[in-house]
């Protein structure tokens, strides 16, 4: 076991913000995505378990600091010397010599920034310089907290592609906070879903999906007319103007043969974290009841 969490809270004066009630574990080798709407008490998990925010009860890790590295929502660095210099200051070694380093630069594509200072970098270039410095930690424990914050979507995909791409065939663990589902769905195998500083739901993802949505979903638009095309299929909880359904395999070739008749544009999901979040917060409430 890499760590446990028991009873953790976590109060700002007289709010609490974050009160984990149940014990959570983290693995070696696991790559965990903290998801949850802004105040959840994403950031504040990853303070606490870092030991950056007092708390009451016990976090179990026989992790020294040295074996744990963080990626926060905002970083800096001196201004004064190209980012080269800085990072080799940093990481007590030289470009030229350093093999992994050289892989790292290469898949980040960031080598024309090397001779740049970092405040003329943009901000997708920013998080690009300390994704590299993070890695080249080699920690057996990375948080990555909403590592994506201030880009467009196009430059959000291509890190969270590299991301995926560098720990592949890695056996470091990885806790990601995001707010953004999707960026998820190819890097966490398990979820942990918080609300108002509250846990959700906690498990491996596909098991959470099939928890609250069934074996797959199909997603459409929402109109009047898929409204009563689709009328007798279960209907799960969805943004506004998506019809989200949930589908057993017995009656998926009934659903997708009538979705093709009638020409409508549908996705197939067995790992939607959106539409699974959703379900889970309103299982939660006992607005829905668990498939």
């Known amino acids: 076991m890499l760590l446990t ?47 950056l925010v007092e708390y009451q009860g016990k976090v179990i890790t026989q992790l020294r600091p040295e074996q744990m590295a963080v990626h926060m929502q905002t970083n800096s660095y001196i201004s004064t010397m190209p980012v080269r210099c800085v990072m080799e200051m940093i990481l007590n070694t030289s470009i030229k010599e350093n093999k992994e380093l050289q892989k790292l630069i290469d898949l980040f594509e960031f080598g024309p920034c090397l001779p740049k200072r970092y405040n003329a970098l943009s901000g997708g270039q920013k998080q690009k310089f300390t994704v590299i410095m993070v890695m080249m930690q080699k920690a057996e424990l990375t948080f990555y907290d909403e590592v994506t914050s201030g880009l467009d979507f196009e430059s959000r995909q291509k890190l969270m592609d590299k991301l ?45 999906f099939r928890k609250y949505c069934g074996d797959a979903v199909y997603i459409l638009d929402n109109n009047p007319e898929n409204q009563e095309l689709t009328c007798r299929f279960q209907r799960l909880k969805a943004p506004d103007h998506l019809i989200a359904l949930s589908c057993h395999k017995q009656e998926e070739g009934k659903l997708l043969a009538l979705l093709v008749e009638h020409n409508v544009n549908f996705k197939r999901s067995n790992s939607d974290i959106e539409i699974m979040s959703i379900n889970a917060k309103e299982a939660k409430h006992g607005k829905m009841p668990l498939l």
């Open 5 to 51: 969490i028991r009873q953790l809270q976590v109060k700002y004066g007289d709010q609490t913000a974050l009160q984990i009630d149940q014990p959570i574990s983290f693995e070696r080798g696991e790559r965990i995505g903290v998801i949850g709407s802004n105040g959840a008490g994403k950031t504040t998990l990853v303070k606490a378990l870092l030991g």
């Open 164 to 208: 995926a791409q560098w720990y592949r065939d890695k056996e470091e663990s990885l806790v990601i906070v995001s707010h953004y589902y999707a960026e998820l769905e190819q890097l966490a195998d398990k979820i942990l879903l918080l609300d108002q500083g509250r846990v959700v739901a906690y498990g491996k993802t596909g098991e959470l």
